[in-house]
């Protein structure tokens, strides 16, 4: 008996090292600026992914197009995208298979995504009042924003979303400068961007007034969809069950870290997702303290009534002309 106890040892711990050998494909993954990405990030920084055995490339694209365009030349592997941009992307030939949601659960009374106005520069005090100067509400153009925009003027103001001005972007962090810029009459912005513009000054001076014209919160902003060329799982799902695992454990650590810890340790990997080039030191305290952090769910499967709501919509835009079958595009074996 102690020799085939010692026996089943052996075997177990050449199978260990076999596993801890195995050497992974490289993963390239593109993440945009939106608090949903940051576990991604924080289990970059915490070399979480290494430990997993599997080597993480982490391209930093703030524009949508872009990283679509790099996704479907096969310059990445998978990426993290809004429900709309996975459809649009399938319709265009991109090799698209969607593994997960990401979502997060935002903390009591904060505001998840909204239509705000600078107070100082252009004083709109209302949705209404914007709406009735013509100014245009600037949104991400054929995104999950925009589709929760139609929405709630759709079903909750009951207007035609045609009759509303918006001004198209493609990238959300250039749209949050020129709004922090005081350019833009309106923007729909989510959190980080709300706290961050409403809280930070420069030295000697003073935070902008923000005026909330519409909170979406109840509406949006959508489960983000965590999207791999379907060839790449097919070929190399060992190290996408890693990225997996790693993502996971990142997600668990964030959520059971103390407040004050999380924010020393992820301002800097917080503010190269959100703000490229921002000096920790230019940062005041403010803006530290208003930072909300949520409770990070984890992954789990895109229904098919959200596929179907956002597929009609894209329809009705004349954003895509077909909608791939959901059954086609899903694979939710990796989801834990």
Same mark, same amino acid.
């Given at each position: 008996m102690r020799r085939a106890w010692f026996f089943a040892l052996f075997c177990l711990l050449i199978f260990s090292a076999a596993v801890v050998g195995e050497t992974l494909p490289t993963l390239r993954f593109s993440l945009p600026p939106v608090l949903e990405a940051l576990p991604i990030a924080f289990a970059d920084a915490w070399g979480l992914f290494e430990e997993h055995g599997v080597d993480v490339e982490l391209v930093g694209t703030t524009d949508n197009q872009t990283r679509s365009i790099a996704f479907s030349a096969n310059k990445l592997d998978g990426m993290f995208v809004d429900v709309t941009r996975s459809i649009y992307d399938a319709t265009t030939g991109s090799d698209v298979l969607i593994t997960s949601t990401a979502?997060?659960?935002?903390?009591?009374?904060? @505001?998840?995504?909204? /239509?705000?106005?600078?107070?100082?520069?252009?004083?709109?005090?209302?949705?209404?009042?914007?709406?009735?100067?013509?100014?245009?509400?600037?949104?991400?153009?054929?995104?999950?924003?925009?589709?929760?925009?139609?929405?709630?003027?759709?079903?909750? $103001?009951?207007? !035609?979303?045609?009759?509303?001005?918006?001004?198209?972007?493609?990238?959300?962090?250039?749209?949050?400068?020129?709004?922090?810029?005081?350019? $833009?009459?309106?923007?729909?912005?989510?959190?980080?961007?709300?706290?961050?513009?409403?809280?930070?000054?420069?030295? !000697?001076?003073?935070? @902008?007034?923000?005026?909330?014209?519409? !909170?979406?919160?109840?509406?949006?902003?959508?489960?983000?969809?965590?999207?791999?060329?379907?060839?790449? /799982?097919?070929?190399?799902?060992?190290?996408?069950?890693?990225?997996?695992?790693?993502?996971?454990?990142?997600?668990?650590?964030?959520?059971?870290?103390?407040? !004050?810890?999380?924010?020393?340790?992820?301002?800097?990997?917080?503010?190269?997702?959100?703000?490229?080039?921002?000096?920790?030191?230019?940062?005041?305290?403010?803006?530290?303290?208003?930072?909300?952090?949520?409770?990070?769910? $984890?992954?789990?499967?895109?229904s098919q009534e959200l596929y179907d709501s956002v597929g009609q919509w894209m329809l009705g835009k004349a954003y895509v002309y077909t909608l791939p079958e959901y059954d086609d595009i899903v694979d939710f074996q990796f989801i834990p």
């Open positions: 979502s997060l659960r935002p903390q009591t009374d904060s @505001i998840g995504l909204a /239509v705000l106005s600078p107070a100082t520069h252009f004083g709109y005090e209302t949705f209404e009042a914007l709406i009735d100067s013509g100014q245009a509400i600037s949104t991400i153009f054929r995104s999950d924003y925009e589709y929760v925009l139609d929405l709630y003027l759709q079903e909750t $103001l009951g207007m !035609d979303a045609r009759s509303v001005r918006t001004t198209y972007w493609n990238d959300t962090l250039q749209m949050a400068v020129w709004f922090g810029a005081q350019t $833009l009459p309106s923007a729909m912005l989510p959190e980080p961007y709300i706290s961050y513009i409403s809280t930070y000054h420069p030295p !000697d001076g003073q935070p @902008i007034a923000l005026n909330v014209l519409a !909170d979406l919160s109840s509406l949006g902003p959508l489960p983000t969809i965590l999207v791999f060329q379907s060839s790449y /799982v097919e070929e190399n799902p060992a190290a996408v069950e890693a990225f997996y695992a790693a993502y996971v454990e990142a997600i668990e650590r964030i959520n059971t870290t103390p407040r !004050d810890v999380l924010i020393d340790e992820g301002i800097d990997i917080a503010l190269g997702l959100f703000f490229l080039g921002a000096d920790r030191t230019t940062i005041n305290q403010e803006v530290l303290d208003v930072l909300a952090i949520p409770y990070y769910e $984890l992954p789990s499967t895109l």
